[in-house]
């Protein structure tokens, strides 16, 4: 079965200063990997995603991530943090079907000034 | 465009009451969600909609029935709620492996 985890409950950075947010997944086949960001009482907007071809894959807001097949992680980044993006970040699993996609638990972004 | 609508977003409810928490969307997308989110457990999937016509249960689906009442709206009915049943649920939609839009979301707390 497909899992996602998010070693990091919570993070804090300084705003300006570089962000990598950790995700490990568990999936027996190629993954369908993406990163959603969450803002206090919204839902959840897609940041970008992974299916196949280049492991860096570029999102919105500055965002990227990287699939690391033999690390089985997809670690999101951004080279520089404003405090807008301070909010929820969830990734996700989806299996090849595209209906049972699973979520990590979250990890929480605080942006210092 | 509106995208992925949620009515209500908010509700209280007494255990045993039911409730219909309605879903629409306007992309045309084929494939609706429905999910639950609780703190530190990020979402889980009650139900889906691969498409018209057809619903599946996800991974928490006990307490909860669907209704995809055409291809832009599905409904989640609870019964009789129970004080577990208390969190915030989303609906999402898809088209294919794009990723999901999701509505803002209903808050619901079952006293």
């Known amino acids: 079965a497909q899992s996602v985890t998010q070693p990091d409950i919570h993070i804090t950075v300084s705003e300006g200063a570089s962000l990598e947010l950790r995700c490990n997944y568990s999936?027996?086949?190629?993954?369908?990997l993406f990163w959603y960001v969450q803002s206090p009482g919204q839902g959840l907007q897609l940041l970008l995603k992974?299916?196949?071809?280049?492991?860096l894959v570029q999102g919105i807001k500055g965002f990227e991530a990287e699939f690391k097949r033999s690390q089985s992680s997809f670690n999101l980044r951004k080279p520089s943090v404003h405090w807008s993006d301070a909010a929820e970040y969830f990734c996700?699993?989806?299996?090849?079907?595209?209906?049972?996609?699973?979520f990590g638990a979250g990890t929480r972004l605080f942006v210092k000034a | 465009n509106a995208g992925v609508t949620q009515t209500p977003k908010f509700q209280v409810l007494k255990t045993g009451q039911s409730m219909t928490l309605q879903c629409a969307q306007d992309m045309n997308h084929n494939s609706m969600y429905w999910y639950r989110q609780d703190p530190g457990m990020g979402l889980r999937l009650i139900y889906y909609?691969?498409?018209?016509?057809?619903?599946d249960k996800g991974e928490v689906p006990n307490g909860y029935n669907v209704s995809r009442l055409n291809k832009r709206e599905f409904s989640l009915r609870l019964e009789s709620a129970a004080p577990s049943q208390t969190s915030v649920y989303f609906c999402?939609?898809?088209?294919?492996?794009?990723?999901?839009?999701f509505g803002s979301g209903t808050r619901l707390t079952v006293v």
């Open positions: 992974y299916f196949s071809g280049d492991t």
């Open positions: 999936y027996g086949a190629t993954p369908y």
């Open positions: 999402a939609s898809s088209r294919g492996l794009e990723g999901y839009t």
């Open positions: 909609s691969a498409s018209e016509g057809t619903t």
């Open positions: 996700a699993v989806g299996d090849t079907g595209g209906f049972k996609t699973i």
